[in-house]
């Protein structure tokens, strides 16, 4: 099956830095990818859809600027959070579709934990 | 995207069936119901997904009532590792952007 793989799995950082969390598809080509954050006890919140070769489509109420997508390549989506506050602490998923099937079934990274100090 | 409507919270006996009902009265015709899965800390999974007749698959069955307002997540015998939130979303599928709502939380219990 479709696997896309998230590193890291987890990160903690201090408040000010950068951190860059990597989605890869693995065995299929993604022109799309998306990215989403869950905050604890709560439903996963879609971000922003990272087009290959273009820029990124962001959601309303999403700071691009904070948060800023590269899709360099056809297996490879970045995320980096920019200048991370203790507010930006949540778990991070991307999701691919390899449309093997002609359906539009999303297949979902494990996430990442970003902890901001 | 139809609006979907799911209980907060499940119970299930292990080795049982688990019915995870949905409620999309307001879905458009060329709208597919799609479930996924979120076990505790990982990324959702997909289970399932249907336009209007029935499916199965080596996970689950899907029964889309005739109407299309309504459908049923089917777990057929439900074991601890199936203990999950689970999402049910109508959606075009021409833009693959999912929007999730709250999902039901299934228990399932020795």
């Known amino acids: 099956g479709a696997v896309v793989s998230q590193h890291p799995s987890r990160v903690i950082c201090k408040s000010g830095t950068s951190v860059k969390i990597e989605c890869r598809s693995l065995d299929f080509q993604a022109t799309t990818m998306f990215w989403y954050r869950q905050f604890p006890k709560q439903s996963l919140m879609l971000m922003a859809t990272?087009?290959?070769?273009?820029?990124?489509?962001?959601e309303q109420g999403v700071e691009k600027d904070k948060f800023l997508i590269n899709h360099a390549s056809l297996t490879l989506s970045t995320l980096t959070v920019t200048s991370a506050h203790p507010e930006d602490s949540s778990f991070y998923i991307c999701?691919?579709?390899?449309?093997?099937?002609?359906?539009?079934?999303?297949?979902f990274g494990a996430g990442t934990r970003l902890s901001v100090l | 995207d139809a609006k979907t409507t799911q209980p907060p919270s499940m119970d299930c006996a292990e080795g049982r069936a688990a019915n995870l009902p949905c409620n999309h009265s307001t879905i458009s015709g060329n709208e597919y119901v799609y479930w996924y899965r979120q076990i505790h800390s990982q990324g959702p999974q997909y289970i399932i997904h249907?336009?209007?007749n029935n499916e199965t698959n080596e996970m689950a069955s899907l029964i889309i009532t005739e109407d299309r307002k309504s459908s049923t997540l089917i777990l057929p015998h439900a074991t601890l590792r199936d203990t999950a939130v689970y999402y049910c979303i109508s959606t075009t599928s021409n833009t693959g952007k999912l929007i999730f709502g709250q999902g039901t939380t299934l228990q399932v219990k020795p």
């Open positions: 999701s691919a579709n390899p449309g093997w099937s002609g359906a539009d079934i999303q297949y």
């Open positions: 990272s087009n290959e070769g273009s820029k990124a489509t962001y």
């Open positions: 249907g336009l209007k």
